[in-house]
């Protein structure tokens, strides 16, 4: 049997003006896993079994265009595999569905490497991010790229649609809340949202989107020198343009407020908002009362997560 592993990602700054050419800061997140298990079949085909999601399906009985047919079935072509050997393929995840966590992602990196390793093939980091970028177009429509880059290559990045992987240094550690909404919230709804905003008024939301680059530019400053305090500011700046986007909603606002008033330096929606998680910057002192705060704020789960010195 093979295994592999990928990671969930949270976007520190700059979702969305990320689908427009502006740059963005993400980085993978160890606790959340997405696991793919694939080991010889029995019985005749290619067997997926998700029980995370109810799917038990032979591949060819999944409908075209469902993003683990279209991930396994790239695999194999890539691979060059028009006959592949009769499989079963298994597929679990600690990322919640739909949450801003890169679980689409995840699950697409880690069949991409289960099956290339079950089959005695490799592919480069850089076939994997083009597989699961692929993957990454039928659950979100126009993906700019950052979640399967995070992902695949597992370290922080600074992120620019279309441009080579590009990291950044982390002079000082730093720690962050996660807190989910619960609320299942698909990206390519959002993305899509924000596209008939962009297209109904350009000049308008060129501009939003050039302020949240300026945003981002200014935290890649904040984290590469250590001056780990300013990020507040700068997450709830972009935490305003990103409801001026209209991504956030009551529930995200509401676990934003309550971190900031339990102490947090900063806070904002992460991913592609209007429900899923929101990140908080806290000391490590305030971790916890923070987490509690927004546990009573109706937050369904926390993770604190620290950035690690990397300079
Ligand atoms: C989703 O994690 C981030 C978005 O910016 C969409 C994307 O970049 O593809 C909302």
């Not at 993400?26 to 959340?32: D, E, F, G, I, M």
């Not at 079950?118 to 970028?133: K, M, P, R, T």
């Not at 039928?138 to 441009?163: A, E, K």
């Amino acid at each position: 049997m093979s295994i592999a592993c990928a990671p969930g990602k949270i976007i520190l700054f700059g979702e969305h003006a990320v689908v427009y050419g502006r740059p963005a800061l993400a980085v993978p997140v160890t606790q959340l896993q997405a696991t793919a298990e694939v080991q010889e079949s029995p019985v005749a085909g290619i067997w997926v079994e998700a029980p995370d999601i109810s799917l038990h399906s032979e591949l060819t009985c999944l409908p075209a265009g469902h993003a683990l047919r279209t991930v396994i079935e790239s695999v194999f072509r890539t691979l060059n595999l028009p006959a592949p050997p009769p499989l079963r393929i298994r597929v679990t995840a600690t990322i919640p569905v739909a949450s801003g966590l890169g679980s689409g992602a995840a699950v697409s990196v880690a069949i991409i490497r289960a099956l290339c390793s079950f089959l005695g093939q490799s592919l480069s980091d850089e076939q994997v991010n083009a597989l699961a970028y692929n993957a990454e177009k039928l659950y979100h429509g126009t993906p700019s790229g950052i979640d399967n880059t995070v992902i695949t290559y597992g370290r922080p990045v600074y992120f620019v649609r279309g441009q080579p992987i590009e990291t950044f240094r982390t002079a000082r550690a730093f720690t962050l809340l996660i807190g989910d909404t619960g609320i299942p919230a698909p990206t390519r709804e959002s993305v899509g949202d924000v596209r008939k905003l962009w297209e109904a008024d350009r000049r308008q939301w060129e501009a939003v989107f050039d302020a949240v680059g300026e945003i981002v530019r200014a935290a890649r400053d904040a984290i590469e020198s250590g001056h780990i305090p300013a990020l507040g500011p700068l997450m709830n700046a972009n935490h305003a343009l990103l409801q001026a986007m209209t991504v956030s909603g009551p529930e995200l606002d509401r676990l934003v407020l309550a971190a900031r008033q339990a102490g947090a330096l900063g806070a904002k929606l992460s991913g592609g908002g209007r429900g899923g998680n929101m990140i908080a910057l806290v000391t490590p002192e305030r971790a916890e009362s923070v987490a509690a705060a927004l546990r009573s704020a109706g937050a369904k789960n926390t993770i604190i997560t620290t950035i690690q010195e990397n300079p």
